[in-house]
């Protein structure tokens, strides 16, 4: 197996000193499919920043497909541009990721400023809009869609780059039951594709069958348990110990 994320001894505090991540141990192999599960502010959201770049750890050790990410990478445009075509990321409140004023240019924001061709733009714009069924909704407003809307664009604007890793946080919010249907069925289709899928989550309802794998944190931001996630679902005790059921 070919390793893609290697996270050692991460530690990470907000501004004020408050812990969000404490001595986090993880390896990801290419192509799994991983759940990240805890109670309400265990650290399941910051580390998904971290994955993506977004914030740096105090302490520790973040490596992506053989190389260590370090803040100098992070502040390096050039850098950045090529990072966010191998893994993508997908906020938990959608709208922070639309800020275009149609949704053809929120799913082509991304590829244009990798200097792509207009023609070749257009295609691969065409073909997301196809895939997640939202061909009708190219010319509206990103602000005037619904929240299941907002979401399925949000993930188009991640897929138009073909990232290898995608990382979701908590991408079930405010959806309705169809829009979970239909994100659970798009999450196993891209992991069968090969694709990494990395999600933190707590409608383990809608996710069932789409992890093999699973991470759990503690309220103490550190992580407890980590294996097969049929296994740790059906340990009812445990996740009710945990705050997490």
Do not use: W
Not at 58 to 68: H, I, N, P, Q, R
Not at 146 to 161: P, T, Y
Not at 192 to 210: M, N, P, Q, R, W
Request: proline share 3%; with cysteine; charged share 25%.
């Amino acid at each position: 197996m070919i390793l893609v994320i290697v996270l050692k001894d991460i530690n990470y505090s907000y501004d004020c000193g408050v812990p969000a991540l404490k001595n986090v141990n993880i390896k990801i192999n290419a192509g799994e499919s991983v759940a990240f599960i805890g109670p309400n502010g265990s650290g399941k959201s910051t580390l998904m920043k971290l994955i993506n770049g977004l914030v740096n750890p105090d302490s520790g050790s973040y490596e992506f497909e053989g190389l260590k990410i370090t803040s100098k990478h992070l502040q390096n445009d050039m850098f950045l541009k090529k990072f966010h075509k191998k893994i993508g990321f997908v906020f938990q409140n959608s709208e922070v990721q639309l800020f275009c004023s149609n949704v053809y240019d929120e799913i082509a924001f991304g590829i244009r400023q990798m200097n792509m061709p207009e023609d070749e733009v257009r295609i691969r714009v065409e073909d997301i809009l196809n895939l997640l069924k939202v061909d009708n909704l190219k010319d509206r407003q990103p602000y005037h869609l619904s929240g299941g809307e907002k979401r399925k664009i949000a993930i188009a604007s991640v897929l138009v780059m073909n990232p290898d890793v995608l990382v979701f946080d908590e991408p079930m919010n405010g959806l309705d039951p169809e829009s979970k249907r239909f994100l659970k069925k798009l999450m196993i289709e891209l992991n069968e594709a090969g694709k990494t899928i990395l999600c933190s989550t707590h409608d383990f309802e809608y996710v069932e069958g789409v992890f093999k794998r699973v991470v759990v944190f503690s309220k103490d931001h550190t992580i407890i348990r980590d294996g097969d996630y049929k296994e740790i679902m059906e340990d009812k005790k445990f996740l009710f110990d945990n705050n997490i059921i």
